[in-house]
């Protein structure tokens, strides 16, 4: 149990673009998903932390108007590049949580790489 | 700011060696500490510690925490190359709700 899916696993896109990424709870619910990034040979950075039907929580440093996050229902949550430069090059991994109060418990994704060009 | 700081950043050592990562934080409101294991993809989670000197066990990985001394470490007996790995430590902290990892020690295990 407690499986999370990312979608795509790995992505290029031109610099300009926008890159939606997906994270799925496929066998449980999610009331909060967390998005992490991961440059090489460093460890996770939170992005933000989102809770479904409200707004994600955006940690500092962390422009919100270019990495959008979206979760719609307690099974889905997207992260959206916008606009990507090759700086937003990296390793993005989600992750789940069944409940708000033990979001210790927080079961990854496989992670998507991003590559800007 | 909460931190959590991992030693050694890397080490490489031989098959059937036994290896000691450390993990040392500063947090306030303190919850538990998590040990994750991270090949090519997304960690998995190995350990959560919650209570001072009481050894947790899985196979030939264990781990501990010194919540006095605001650490824990995660001992491999016997390693093997499939132990080659980043190890990630996290603390998580009530106040704000998350998770906060360290910056993990990459370890190598060679024939």
């Known amino acids: 149990g407690a499986v999370v899916s990312q979608h795509p696993s790995r992505v290029i896109c031109k610099s300009g673009t926008s890159v939606k990424i997906e994270c799925r709870s496929l066998?449980?619910?999610?009331?909060?998903m967390f998005w992490y990034r991961q440059f090489p040979k460093k460890s996770l950075m939170l992005m933000a932390t989102s809770n479904e039907g409200s707004k994600a929580t955006y940690e500092q440093g962390v422009e919100k108007d270019k990495f959008l996050i979206n979760h719609a229902s307690l099974t889905l949550s997207t992260l959206t590049v916008t606009s990507a430069h090759p700086e937003d090059s990296s390793f993005y991994i989600c992750?789940?949580?069944?409940?708000?109060?033990?979001?210790?418990?927080?079961?990854f994704g496989p992670g998507t790489r991003l590559t800007v060009t | 700011e909460d931190k959590v700081v991992q030693s050694p950043l890397s080490l490489v050592v031989h098959e059937g060696d036994t290896v000691t990562l450390n993990c040392s934080y500063e947090v306030t409101n303190f919850r538990s500490l998590l040990w994750y294991k991270q090949e090519k993809k997304a960690p998995t989670f190995l350990f959560m510690l919650?209570?001072?000197?009481i050894e947790k066990k899985s196979g030939r990985l264990s781990s501990i925490l010194d919540k006095k001394e605001l650490f824990s470490i995660l001992n491999i007996t016997a390693t093997q190359t499939g132990d080659s790995a980043v190890y990630l430590c996290?603390?998580?902290?009530?106040?704000?709700?998350?998770?906060?990892f360290g910056t993990g020690t990459r370890l190598q295990v060679t024939l």
């Open positions: 996290a603390v998580y902290t009530g106040t704000a709700s998350k998770l906060t």
């Open positions: 919650t209570s001072s000197g």
């Open positions: 066998d449980f619910q999610a009331t909060t």
């Open positions: 992750s789940a949580s069944t409940d708000r109060s033990l979001s210790y418990e927080q079961y």
